[in-house]
């Protein structure tokens, strides 16, 4: 059965499921009729399970972790149709007080773990000829400001991963794309926020985009959604721009 938005029925890996936007995506896609493997490294994923939704407490970056997570789809599922490669982290330091293990574990996690997990997918794609991947990309993947270097390579990084495997994956009639996301409510900066508050950092500092505010993880969800679905049928490769106007300002 097809939902409203042709994700109904399909089989989905999201990483990053437990918080934030891959929770939202997650939920999104349960909502509309879709089977998801929900991968996250904090076990918080469990509380998710359903007849809908497979948890794997793994982290993305970690050999086998991306087999695992294809090899659960296949088992419980029989196919893969979908991968959100979503969970990233961040870091907040100028690059000199950063040490090679930190840019290392932004790298390894944003990068190395999306590079693993669209390995793998790909592998269950081809002889079905079919599929699509969505990478959680930021308006950091071309633009910055300071203490955000490991980051924004990190993510610049994604967004050429996801060009130069969409070329790749077309002619099996997969689609690869990326979302471009602006300043967003999570958790992703309460380890970097010096008061621990991270959505309050994050919601004063989506004030600056045109729209005047951060979003709500569901607002990238269902852009996700979208590219994921058939109804992206003729995007190959694209870095779409959920940022609320933020990379299309110049100046206050
Ligand atoms: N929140 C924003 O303002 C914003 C803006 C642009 C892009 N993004 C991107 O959105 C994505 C999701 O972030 P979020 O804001 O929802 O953050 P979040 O911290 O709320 O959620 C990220 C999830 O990823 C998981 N995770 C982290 N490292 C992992 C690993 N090694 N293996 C498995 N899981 C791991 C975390 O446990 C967490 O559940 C990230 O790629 C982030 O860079 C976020």
Redesign the pocket.
Known sequence: MQGIDEVGGKVAIV??A?????RAITELLVERGAYVIA????PAVEALASPHVVPLV????ADGSAEKAVGLAVERFSRLDLLVN?????INKLVVDMSRNDWERIMT??VT?AFLHAREAMKAMIPRRSGAIVN?????SYFSFPTIAAYTAS?GALAQLTRTLALEAIEHGIRVNAVG????L???LNDAAPDGNGVAA?AAHGEGAPIGR?AN?KEIAEVVLFLASDRASFMVGSVVMADGGMSVKVGS
């Open positions: 990483t990053g437990a918080s934030g936007i891959g991968e996250d490294i904090d793994a982290d993305i970056s979503n969970a990233g982290i961040i996690v944003n773990g959680v990309a930021s308006y950091a993510k996301s602006g300043d967003v999570t958790n992703i994050l951060a993880p």
